[in-house]
């Protein structure tokens, strides 16, 4: 696993390589293809279907799985779609990978897909080597790893972590419990259950799970009815673009932030609700993939130790290797790894890696039935594999540095109708000048062919899988150009 986050810094070799290693998933198809309306008659038929029994209000079509192939979607209407969007960036090696589908052909593998273990108390004698030669072996250099099911639980659970190490050092190291609050913890009062908060950003989204859902301020539908904590939240930098032409306002907006954040905690000490912990992600995706500067995590960094907390990246979009590193924050240059790295999404299975200090001193403090799923390991452990194999990170960097040239060429030609470029890798996006006409340029692309996303009032992001090529990354802007060219 030694070049899971290699850099080949000559651009013609690095490029020979990656094709060298990469050529394609056999079968796909040529380019998108579309015959009906989306969704067409059987999606809404099968919407129908379903809307008797749940609310469907979010689904967009119903897709084909046994014949989408790479980087091609195919709904329920015979429409094939070059997905940019992947499950909401959840498909590391696009549909039907061949290495995943045979995983299950295993017998070991099997078994343990079906006689599904609780985790915490029954693991099957392959786990401890599994979390090693999978987990482990892609750690950013943390040294404890965690499984759950999702990112909203992980983070959730996470959150339990930075809580219990505050009150551990609080304690002065002392690990037991005092009768009153052994007691008052099962009314919800002090000081068993203590008044402690998390920091987290306007714009952040780490789950809908309830305990998460005071970090998530980036859609008021998530919130709306909820209770929440009284929990600080601090504005992250909103850049000026290109980003070359405005360092000077860019460097002084992180610094407005970061000078935030202290007086925050300074704050909520007085309030007598200290904080326990930072909460970021290295790009806020869900509230409109805002990006932040190596200076600006580093900042953060800084507070959370001189005050104590501890520092969780939430990388449960920007983890394996969307930006062209293993996870986001290896761009950031910090200190020393963070405290807690959240992770899920391409990464199969849920989970986080966490330094020793926050690893609790009891059982059960962090525990539930299922601790995560061992089949979702083993389709991580063949996912790595085509990863080292086809030298992916590579073929993100190359993949991705095609699409934001071109899209940068787009805005230049189309800058009433985009703007803002940014991201890194192939996780990238670019702003529409309102929330409409967002949505008519993603519904354009949708009749083109084009399966994209949306994030925030008015950003279109692109979360390929990272088998995306430079040939597919042809096709989006080029169907991207034909939306936009309509629209002048």
């Given at each position: 696993?030694?070049?899971?986050?290699s850099?080949?810094?000559?651009?013609?070799?690095?490029?020979?390589?990656?094709?060298?290693?990469?050529?394609?998933?056999?079968?796909?198809?040529?380019?998108?293809?579309?015959?009906?309306?989306i969704?067409?008659p059987?999606s809404?038929?099968?919407?129908?279907?379903?809307?008797?029994?749940?609310?469907?209000?979010?689904?967009?079509?119903?897709a084909?799985y046994?014949?989408?192939i790479?980087?091609?979607?195919?709904?329920?209407?015979g429409?094939?779609?070059?997905?940019?969007?992947?499950?909401?960036?959840?498909?590391?090696?696009?549909y039907?990978?061949?290495?995943?589908?045979?995983?299950?052909?295993?017998?070991?593998?099997?078994?343990?897909l079906?006689?599904?273990?609780?985790?915490?108390?029954?693991?099957?004698?392959?786990?401890?080597?599994?979390?090693?030669?999978?987990?482990?072996?892609?750690?950013?250099?943390?040294?404890?790893?965690?499984?759950?099911?999702?990112?909203?639980?992980?983070?959730?659970n996470?959150?339990?972590?930075?809580?219990?190490?505050y009150?551990?050092?609080a304690?002065?190291?002392?690990?037991?419990?005092?009768?009153?609050e052994?007691?008052?913890?099962?009314?919800?009062?002090?000081?068993?259950?203590?008044?402690?908060?998390?920091?987290?950003?306007?714009?952040?989204?780490?789950?809908?799970?309830?305990?998460?859902?005071?970090?998530?301020?980036?859609?008021?539908?998530?919130?709306l009815?909820?209770?929440?904590?009284?929990w600080?939240?601090?504005?992250?930098?909103?850049?000026?673009?290109?980003?070359?032409?405005?360092?000077?306002?860019?460097?002084?907006?992180d610094?407005?932030?970061?000078a935030?954040?202290?007086?925050?905690?300074?704050?909520?000490?007085?309030?007598?609700i200290p904080?326990?912990g930072?909460?970021?992600?290295?790009?806020?995706?869900?509230?409109?993939?805002?990006?932040?500067?190596?200076?600006?995590?580093?900042?953060l960094?800084?507070?959370?130790?001189k005050?104590g907390?501890?520092?969780?990246?939430?990388?449960?979009?920007?983890?394996?290797?969307?930006?062209?590193?293993?996870?986001?924050?290896?761009?950031?240059?910090?200190?020393?790894?963070?405290?807690?790295?959240?992770?899920?999404?391409?990464m199969?299975?849920?989970?986080?890696?966490?330094?020793?200090?926050?690893?609790?001193?009891?059982?059960?403090?962090?525990?539930?039935?299922?601790?995560?799923?061992?089949?979702?390991?083993?389709?991580?452990?063949?996912v790595?594999?085509?990863?080292?194999?086809?030298?992916?990170?590579?073929?993100?960097?190359?993949?991705?540095?095609?699409?934001?040239?071109?899209?940068?060429?787009?805005?230049?030609?189309?800058?009433?109708l985009?703007?803002?470029?940014?991201?890194?890798?192939?996780f990238?996006?670019?702003?529409?000048?309102?929330?409409?006409?967002?949505?008519?340029?993603?519904n354009?692309?949708?009749?083109?062919?084009?399966?994209?996303?949306?994030?925030?009032?008015?950003?279109?992001?692109?979360?390929?899988?990272?088998?995306?090529?430079?040939?597919?990354?042809d096709?989006?802007?080029?169907?991207?150009?034909?939306?936009?060219?309509?629209?002048?």
């Amino acid at each position: 696993m030694r070049n899971i986050n290699s850099l080949v810094i000559n651009k013609k070799t690095f490029k020979s390589v990656a094709f060298r290693c990469f050529s394609g998933v056999p079968g796909e198809p040529n380019g998108p293809h579309i015959k009906t309306s989306i969704p067409g008659p059987r999606s809404k038929a099968l919407l129908a279907e379903l809307n008797e029994i749940q609310q469907t209000g979010s689904v967009q079509l119903f897709a084909d799985y046994s014949n989408s192939i790479g980087n091609y979607l195919i709904d329920a209407d015979g429409n094939i779609l070059l997905d940019s969007f992947t499950q909401i960036s959840t498909l590391p090696v696009g549909y039907n990978h061949p290495e995943l589908l045979n995983v299950f052909k295993q017998e070991n593998t099997l078994k343990a897909l079906i006689n599904r273990p609780a985790l915490g108390v029954f693991p099957g004698d392959y786990w401890p080597s599994l979390l090693k030669d999978v987990l482990l072996s892609i750690s950013p250099g943390l040294s404890q790893v965690t499984t759950m099911m999702c990112g909203s639980c992980s983070n959730e659970n996470a959150y339990k972590n930075l809580f219990i190490r505050y009150q551990k050092i609080a304690r002065g190291g002392d690990i037991t419990f005092t009768e009153d609050e052994e007691s008052s913890c099962m009314i919800n009062m002090p000081p068993g259950s203590p008044k402690l908060s998390l920091l987290s950003f306007h714009g952040a989204f780490h789950g809908r799970t309830f305990g998460a859902l005071t970090t998530t301020h980036s859609k008021a539908i998530h919130k709306l009815d909820i209770p929440a904590f009284d929990w600080p939240i601090a504005h992250f930098p909103k850049y000026k673009y290109p980003l070359e032409d405005n360092a000077r306002d860019n460097k002084a907006e992180d610094e407005k932030c970061l000078a935030e954040v202290e007086e925050l905690f300074e704050q909520y000490k007085k309030k007598g609700i200290p904080v326990a912990g930072i909460v970021v992600e290295p790009i806020q995706s869900e509230g409109g993939d805002n990006e932040a500067s190596s200076e600006f995590f580093q900042g953060l960094q800084n507070i959370a130790k001189k005050n104590g907390a501890g520092l969780l990246l939430d990388e449960v979009q920007t983890g394996c290797g969307a930006t062209g590193k293993m996870w986001c924050h290896e761009h950031f240059n910090l200190s020393s790894p963070p405290d807690i790295v959240t992770f899920s999404k391409k990464m199969q299975i849920g989970g986080y890696f966490h330094t020793a200090e926050m690893r609790p001193d009891q059982p059960y403090r962090v525990f539930n039935t299922w601790m995560g799923d061992p089949g979702k390991i083993f389709l991580l452990k063949a996912v790595i594999k085509v990863i080292n194999q086809n030298n992916l990170l590579n073929n993100v960097q190359i993949t991705g540095a095609k699409l934001k040239s071109g899209l940068h060429k787009l805005e230049q030609e189309y800058s009433n109708l985009i703007n803002s470029v940014r991201g890194r890798g192939t996780f990238l996006a670019f702003n529409a000048p309102s929330q409409k006409l967002r949505d008519d340029i993603m519904n354009s692309l949708k009749k083109k062919g084009i399966q994209s996303g949306g994030c925030g009032k008015q950003a279109i992001r692109l979360r390929p899988a990272l088998i995306f090529q430079e040939k597919h990354a042809d096709i989006y802007l080029d169907c991207l150009r034909q939306v936009l060219q309509e629209m002048k």
